[in-house]
Structures are given as C-alpha cells and as structure tokens.
C-alpha cells in the first residue's frame, strides 16, 4: 500500500512530459539493476500510459454512493491506517482475517513511500488512483489469488476488465508469454485469463467498497454481495497461522526514509 503523495496536484500533465518521463523510466528500468531503479519508476510508466485509466477511475467513484463518500472524505486505506492485531484476530472467514494472512505470510508489511509524482492530475484523479493502488492485495485476496508470477497475470486481467490500463495489458501479454513459457503455468493462464477478464466485467467497480466497514464479514459473502467468482483457492485460508494475534510495530513516521 504505497504512502499517499503530499504534493498538491495541479493541472494534468502534457502529452510532452508523460512521454519525457516515460522514456526516461523505461531507460532506468532496462538498463540498470535493481535498486538504481525504484517502485518510483514503474509508477511513472504506469502514470505515463494511463492518466485517462484514472480520470474514469475518478469518473466511477463520483457516480457510486459508497465511492462519492469515499473521495468526499479522503478515505486512506494504508498499512498505518488498518488495526492488524484486530484483523489477525478475526474469524478465519473473514475478509479482515484473510487480509491479514495475505499481508503477514507474503511479508508485504514493508512501506513503500513513493517520491512525489512529476505527473500530477486533478485532485479527484490523484484520490482514485490512490484508492485503486492501495487496494491491490485486496482484490487478491476477493479472487482468491496468491503472489505467484502467473497468479498475478490473471490478476491483471481481473483488473483490465475493471478498469482498462495499457500497464495491465502489458503484464497480461508480456508477463503471461514469460510465465507460460518459462514457467509453464501456460494451462492457467490459457484458462485463467478469459475467465478473469469474464469476472472483471461483470463486477461492480471495487475502488468503490468501503472495505473499512467489511472487515468481519466472511470472505465467502463479501464475494456474494458482489458477485465475484473466485479466480484462485488461495483464500479464504484453511488454517490460522501460529502467529497470529500479530500487528507490525511501525518507527515514527519522521524517521521513515522518504518522508
């Protein structure tokens, strides 16, 4: 869940400087090793390729009650915000449990704190796609996918259908070649894809669910409300972990690097 940008968003960038920082990100990422590139980059790519993604994101959330309130009230869903010792010790059911477990047993409990972006939209825009980001490992968790390569792949497609980005489309296509070649996760991903893209659609937008309220209802009927098919069997999990109850002990946010 990355660290919501301070900066105060302005116009919407020119196709001039979306290009300029695209090409820019694609050099670092090509052409050095991890960490002379950063998460900073690819949301650059990703900001480059679908500023219009989000404006229908922003769209969505204004015409949905749920999602009106939500960027009404600048809703922060991040790690700092959600009480983990809570939510570890929820039914195993649950939504908030599963969360939990999802977040805790892929250590996924390391901040990322973005750098302010230099393609800043409209206040509406920046909100949605906030909200979409750090909302990610929770549509894992609805569809039932783990964090394997080619689960994420099916994830993507998932997300296209929801909301259609060239940055989805590109790990659809790219990622999938890779994982069912290399990976030969090709029969997942030759059903999985179709059968994604297939839920997606018929999904309500869920940028616009007010997880926030839904921690205690099981898993099973948080799908049934809003009709979602799970895509994997990775959750709802069979068994507690043995480290449960457990929160993470977060340092001061001023001594976080980056704030």
């Excluded at 569809?143 to 497609?157: A, K, M, N, P």
Aim: net charge neutral.
């Amino acid at each position: 869940m990355p660290t919501l940008s301070s900066q105060s968003p302005g116009r919407s960038p020119s196709r001039i400087s979306r290009t300029t920082a695209f090409f820019g990100a694609c050099y670092r990422i090509l052409f050095l090793r991890w960490p002379s590139y950063s998460f900073d980059d690819l949301v650059i790519i990703q900001d480059s390729l679908d500023e219009p993604a989000f404006q229908r994101a922003a769209r969505k959330m204004r015409e949905d009650t749920h999602g009106l309130k939500l960027m009404g009230d600048r809703v922060e869903l991040g790690l700092r915000t959600v009480d983990w010792k809570h939510l570890s010790q929820l039914p195993i059911d649950s939504l908030g449990y599963n969360t939990w477990h999802h977040f805790y047993a892929n250590d996924l409990f390391e901040e990322i704190v973005l750098s302010p972006s230099i393609l800043l939209s409209d206040p509406e825009t920046e909100y949605a796609k906030h909200r979409y980001r750090s909302t990610h490992d929770l549509r894992h968790v609805l569809t039932g996918l783990g964090v394997e390569g080619f689960e994420e792949v099916i994830l993507q497609s998932f997300q296209y259908a929801q909301l259609p980005q060239k940055f989805s489309a590109l790990i659809v296509c790219f990622g999938g070649l890779k994982h069912a070649l290399l990976d030969g996760h090709w029969w997942e991903l030759f059903v999985g894809i179709p059968r994604a893209w297939r839920v997606g659609r018929a999904v309500p937008f869920l940028s616009n669910t007010p997880y926030e309220s839904l921690w205690e209802v099981p898993l099973e009927a948080v799908r049934a409300q809003y009709g979602i098919h799970a895509l994997g069997s990775a959750y709802p999990v069979r068994e507690r972990h043995p480290d449960a109850p457990w929160a993470p002990v977060w340092v001061p946010p001023q001594a976080v690097r980056g704030c």
